[in-house]
């Protein structure tokens, strides 16, 4: 059973970078996709980027394009999101999850991360 835990959020300035951590405990990434969310007060939880595990293809929000950057090390069980020139409306908790490349859904999740970026 796949579990995952986040860590590296907190408070930061408008334009400034945080690299959030995902480590999986019990299972690598190599067959999984790993993907980061995140959900703002008020909102609904909403996909900011992915990896699939086999060959490293990611995927982003549109929002996150060009200033997020996820990546993983697989000898460490652990996917990464470099966030650089943060906005306050990035502000949110952001989830780690993990879904099976043939799996339709992610079916795992972290307990959640908060960022807050200040104006």
């Known amino acids: 059973q796949v579990q995952l835990v986040e860590s590296g959020g907190g408070l930061v300035q408008a334009g400034g970078s945080l690299r959030l951590s995902c480590v999986a405990s019990?299972?690598?990434?190599?067959?999984?996709?790993a993907g980061w969310f995140r959900q703002a007060p008020g909102k609904e939880r909403e996909f900011v980027a992915a990896?699939?595990?086999?060959?490293?293809?990611?995927y982003y929000a549109d929002s996150a394009k060009g200033r997020f950057t996820i990546s993983r090390n697989n000898a460490k069980n652990t996917v990464y999101l470099q966030m650089n020139s943060l906005k306050p409306e990035d502000t949110a908790v952001y989830y780690c999850?993990?879904?099976?490349?043939?799996?339709?859904?992610?079916?795992?999740w972290g307990q959640g991360i908060q960022v807050t970026v200040s104006s």
């Open positions: 019990g299972r690598t990434f190599s067959n999984y996709y």
């Open positions: 999850a993990a879904k099976r490349i043939v799996a339709m859904k992610y079916d795992k």
């Open positions: 990896i699939r595990g086999s060959d490293d293809i990611t």
